[in-house]
């Protein structure tokens, strides 16, 4: 069964970090690009960032370039988003999905296939 386990939210002050991780069971990761999304109440889902799987590359909303950062460790079949420099407008559902495109489909969100059940990320003081 596919599946994808976001972990890693929670409450934080502005200007705190949080690191999120998107854990796959079913399948491996290794052939997948990996989107993060994320919903805040009454708006539209939108795309964070992307790391794709053929070379690692990465792409980042401009809303959060140069705080955040996406890796993935395909020996665990994992992929993070350590948020830095949070802000209150960060404060969201965060979820990951996959993406077969290699992050072409980036950010359009539904184009994307398998999603996890979400995560919050509450910044706030």
């Known amino acids: 069964q596919v599946q994808l386990v976001e972990s890693g939210g929670g409450l934080v002050q502005p200007g705190g970090s949080l690191r999120l991780s998107c854990a796959a069971s079913?399948?491996?990761?290794?052939?997948?690009?990996i989107g993060w999304f994320r919903q805040a109440p009454g708006k539209e889902r939108e795309g964070v960032s992307c790391i794709s799987s053929s070379d690692g590359s990465t792409y980042y909303a401009d809303s959060v370039k140069g705080r955040f950062t996406i890796s993935r460790d395909n020996a665990k079949n994992t992929v993070y988003l350590q948020m830095n420099s949070l802000k209150p407008e960060d404060t969201a559902v965060y979820y990951c999905a996959t993406d077969t495109r290699d992050c072409s489909w980036f950010p359009r969100f539904l184009k994307y296939d398998y999603w996890g059940q979400g995560t919050q990320v509450t910044v706030s003081s």
């Open positions: 079913g399948f491996t990761l290794d052939y997948y690009a």
